[in-house]
């Protein structure tokens, strides 16, 4: 039976990132996707020009009519925008318990801007920690989320990846997209010991959406049955060939988008 999985995120109406992404990934990967939107964005691929946050009891009304009539696999969550989101997703997860949640602390946009009030780390530290399976912060939110300096190497990666499982969090996936380096190399930290993650570095511009692919694909996996370790692998081999397509596409003047089909069309 196909497995059904929830984003909860935000909307890029460019379609790189947030839920479409998301939803992109989902059907890629042979699950049935479904949103509840945490904020609208007017974007495009060469930036962020405006953000209007959900309501968050309108937030709590789109996850509510979702767990109420489908049976959900798995959860992503991504740009929350507010506090007082935070607080909504984290009391409806405690609510409807689902079996895997995959947190992507999205705090800016690539290009650079906010995409989140002041308080929404510390929220996220102290309201979703308990609540989710893996978070998967990239090098400047696993730095803002452990108030460290920037993150340069994959030893300072593994402490940030120690430190936010001592803040709560079960398992930690440090992306380290952004090292200079030849490949890519990601810290998996469940308590017990360090894992890397290793990919060639593909040369494309078209990165733009990259985070929320992973964190989409992991959870895909996770709905299908596969363990954390398999599917950050897998999710991994998935966001290396959309990268390797992605040229294929001419989505606007900026970092487009993956090519979340490659292989199907």
Not at 13 to 37: E, M, N
Not at 55 to 84: N, R, S, Y
Not at 150 to 170: I, N, R, W, Y
Not at 197 to 210: C, D, I, L, S
Request: glycine fraction near 10%; aromatic fraction near 6%; hydrophobic fraction near 45%.
């Amino acid at each position: 039976m196909t497995a059904n999985v929830l984003s909860i995120a935000g909307f890029d109406p460019s379609g790189g990132a947030g839920v479409l992404a998301d939803i992109k990934t989902f059907a890629a990967l042979r699950c049935y996707g479904v949103a509840a939107i945490t904020a609208l964005t007017a974007q495009n691929t060469q930036g962020v020009h405006a953000l209007m946050p959900e309501p968050p009891e309108f937030l709590a009304a789109q996850i509510d009519a979702l767990f109420v009539d489908i049976e959900i696999a798995a959860v992503k969550i991504g740009m929350l925008a507010t506090a007082a989101n935070v607080e909504t997703v984290a009391e409806k997860l405690a609510a409807y318990r689902p079996a895997h949640v995959v947190l992507d602390p999205v705090l800016a946009a690539s290009h650079g801007e906010t995409l989140a009030e002041t308080d929404l780390g510390q929220a996220i530290l102290r309201r979703l920690a308990p609540l989710v399976t893996l978070v998967t912060p990239n090098l400047g939110e696993a730095a803002q989320l452990t108030g460290t300096a920037e993150l340069t190497s994959v030893a300072k990666m593994e402490a940030a990846a120690a430190q936010l499982h001592q803040a709560g969090f079960k398992n930690v996936l440090v992306k380290g997209g952004h090292l200079p380096s030849r490949e890519t190399i990601d810290v998996f930290y469940d308590g017990a010991g360090y894992q890397h993650f290793r990919a060639p570095r593909v040369a494309t511009k078209n990165t733009h959406g990259t985070g929320c692919t992973l964190s989409s694909a992991i959870a895909a996996g996770l709905a299908k049955g596969l363990d954390l370790p398999a599917a950050i692998e897998t999710a991994k081999a998935y966001v290396s060939r959309s990268l390797e397509a992605a040229n294929e596409l001419s989505v606007g003047h900026g970092p487009g988008p993956l090519q979340h089909f490659s292989g199907l069309w």
